[in-house]
């Protein structure tokens, strides 16, 4: 495991490029965060979650702007509205998959969820990256750590940490579920939405 700060951008995206597992900070909680299409990542990232592809749980995906989400996901009315007004912001949207959008992860379920933090970090390393999957910094039933020193203690074989922490009491996103005709709350966090 090694250790960096947020201003080194250039080798945070080397190991984002390099099928590393980075943790970073966001405006919420700490997040792993993995290249899109890197298969060892994604593998390892899955161990480190002890996440089970029947768990329904899904990671993540960050693209690399509002306009590329409706790559990944349909975007209706509803969406668009969501998007505009929370995106980037501490929301996840759950959407409904693009038909024409293929991944060998998002394959197995027919939703999306969507989320870009609102954090100068993203900003600089999407442009770079291309699109992330991204989840909470913790294992399988802890709470998501705040802090880089949390990350190193629960989570040891992450490849890069981000060293910092974020703020004392913030709570993950707040998941929206978009999928059906009115706006149904996954998970409430410190923003509010509906």
Same mark, same amino acid.
């Given at each position: ?25 966001? &405006? ?43 790559? !990944? ?8 509205? !969501? ?20 991944? @060998? ?22 442009? &770079?990256?291309? @699109? ?23 989570? @040891? ?38």
């Amino acid at each position: 495991m090694i250790q960096t700060s947020a201003e080194h951008t250039s080798e945070i995206i080397k190991s984002l490029k390099s099928g590393q597992v980075v943790a970073l900070p966001t &405006e919420t909680v700490y997040g792993l965060a993995i290249a899109f299409n890197s298969a060892s990542a994604l593998e390892k990232l899955i161990y480190l979650k002890r996440r089970d592809l029947n768990s329904g749980k899904i990671f993540t995906l960050v693209p690399e702007s509002k306009t590329d989400i409706q790559k !990944y996901a349909t975007v209706d009315k509803l969406a668009r509205e !969501y998007i505009a007004k929370y995106i980037p912001g501490e929301i996840t949207l759950i959407l409904n998959k693009n038909p024409e959008f293929s991944h @060998p992860y998002f394959d197995h379920f027919t939703t999306v969820g969507i989320r870009i933090p609102a954090s100068p970090l993203f900003s600089a390393i999407l442009l &770079e990256t291309g @699109p992330l999957l991204l989840t909470s910094a913790n294992p399988r039933g802890n709470q998501p750590a705040i802090s880089s020193d949390e990350v190193a203690n629960t989570l @040891p074989k992450v490849d890069l940490i981000v060293k910092g922490r974020t703020l004392e009491g913030k709570l993950p996103s707040t998941v929206v579920d978009l999928t059906g005709k009115t706006p149904v709350i996954i998970r409430q966090g410190d923003l509010n939405v509906l």
